[in-house]
């Protein structure tokens, strides 16, 4: 791994006594994935092995969150609630949509490499559904058919823009 990367490592095990490094687990993870777009099965053990850890309690980590990324994704990353709340209030339908709509089914990514369609548990704001979550941060609440069509239009445009004069 690059020597910047190490020294990110460093800085987060630091936050912890010798005898609780492996706390750093998910912040090491979180780096790997900034830098790396994904968290490959290599990158596991690497951590693993820089915390003294098994390389499977790592896994355990990394597929228990769906925020990880276990290999490479689109440059946007849609992650739609479809568990029961939000299917009782069209959450499905949401996910329908957005497959038609990029063509792709849930799990894909576009071939453009633009979009990764997911569906994701529980986001918190059961009462917002449909809800989705753009690349891990951005959170999009009421999103009906129009309001996604809206949404997926405005992103493919921020990567259409022509260098600013
Ligand atoms: S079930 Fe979808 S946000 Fe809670």
Redesign the pocket.
Known sequence: MAPEVLDRFAAEVAKFPEAGKQSAVMALLAIVQQVEGHVSLQRERDIAAYLGMAPIAVHEVTTFYNMYNQRPVGKFKLNV???????L?D?AVALAHLEKKLGVRMGETTADGLFTLQQ????????????MLVNDRTMCSFMSNEKLDQLIDGLRATTSEGPKA
């Open positions: 609630c479809t568990n029961l709340p939000c299917q209030r959450g994701s548990e529980c986001l918190g704001a059961c009462a917002d559904s449909p809800v």
